[in-house]
């Protein structure tokens, strides 16, 4: 990467007024050809992501990884989430179980799209220093979070067509899973349970206004929310709920037409 492209990036991310990442950039899979153009892992690999980090991700996540760059220590008491301290190992953005680490290309996908409202999308990075990057990062991690290889939640079946009935029998596992708790009935964020939601790090954490789908820092595709209901977000209030809906995944599809729904 070339010096002017790097100044250009540290001014960019020095913007953050402007934190939202655009709605169809989170609609946008990722290229494949992205997850293939990666680069070994060795030092000299790690010590370019350094580099990189160093230039982009220091201001908001510290110089030792720990969430307390220069902009988390202006950033209000009362607003959360904060930037992520990543030697707690705590992730939310995984395609695998609660409490796992996420997979390289979890990480991957969260560092190119950005979390909507929180942090830039880095796809202005080459794919080869994105994943750079990500190694460093994981030099932050807990050594025992990357003892082994995390399992990927399976996604069974597939999105379905978002009709009516579907659409109501959604809204029956909407009550049933107590989603409107949190997420209120409409939807927008307003259950009774969501003026009291901490994440684990004590900041207030608002339950998604589930009308925007633009807003969803996970994706807002049906496989993304499917993800989403079943990997749960650690961190937060926002729990797993693969055991819950274990051979029941068609319900599943038919929440998330609901959801979708919302929007309309
Ligand atoms: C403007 C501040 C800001 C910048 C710059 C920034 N981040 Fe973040 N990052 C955040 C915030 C805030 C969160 C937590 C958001 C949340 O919990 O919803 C976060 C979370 C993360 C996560 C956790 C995702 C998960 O699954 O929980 C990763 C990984 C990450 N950032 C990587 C990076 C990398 C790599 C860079 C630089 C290329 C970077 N960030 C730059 C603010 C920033
Ligand atoms: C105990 C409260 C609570 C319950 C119950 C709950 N959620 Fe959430 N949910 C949250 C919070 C808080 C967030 C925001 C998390 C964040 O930003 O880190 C969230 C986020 C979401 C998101 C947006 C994710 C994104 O990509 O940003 C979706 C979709 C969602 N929830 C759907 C559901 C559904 C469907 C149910 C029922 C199966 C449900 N939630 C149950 C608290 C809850």
Not at 87 to 93: A, I, L, N, R, S
Request: aromatic share 10%; charged share 25%; proline share 8%.
């Amino acid at each position: 990467m070339d010096r002017q492209r790097i100044a250009w990036l540290t001014l960019s991310n020095a913007a953050l007024v402007v934190l939202t990442t655009g709605p169809a950039l989170a609609q946008m899979p990722i290229e494949v050809a992205a997850y293939n153009d990666r680069p070994p892992v060795n030092e000299q690999t790690i010590a370019e992501g350094k580099r990189i980090y160093d230039l982009s991700c220091v201001h908001c996540h510290g110089t030792a990884g720990r969430g307390d760059g220069p902009v988390a220590y202006f950033l209000n008491r009362s607003f959360g989430p904060h930037p992520r301290n990543f030697t707690d190992g705590v992730f939310k953005f995984r395609s695998t179980y609660s409490g796992d680490a996420p997979t390289d290309e979890d990480l991957f996908r969260s560092v190119t799209k950005g979390i909507p409202g929180f942090m830039p999308g880095f796809n202005g990075l080459a794919p080869a220093e994105r994943w750079k990057v990500i190694y460093y990062i994981k030099t932050f991690l807990p050594e025992d979070l990357l003892e082994f290889e995390p399992e990927v939640v399976e996604i069974v079946g597939e999105p379905l067509p978002a009709n009516a009935a579907s659409i109501r029998r959604g809204y029956e596992v909407y009550q049933q899973l107590n989603c409107w708790e949190c997420h209120g009935p409409g939807g927008q964020g307003d259950g009774p349970k969501a003026p009291d939601l901490e994440d684990d790090w004590g900041f207030p954490l608002p339950s998604a206004d589930l009308t925007r789908p633009s807003s969803f820092k996970n994706g807002s595709r049906p496989e993304d929310i499917y993800r989403t209901i079943v990997t749960g977000l650690d961190g937060g209030a926002m729990t797993s709920f693969v055991d819950m809906m274990r051979g029941r995944e068609e319900d599943i599809w038919h929440l998330v037409n609901f959801v979708l729904a919302l929007s309309r």
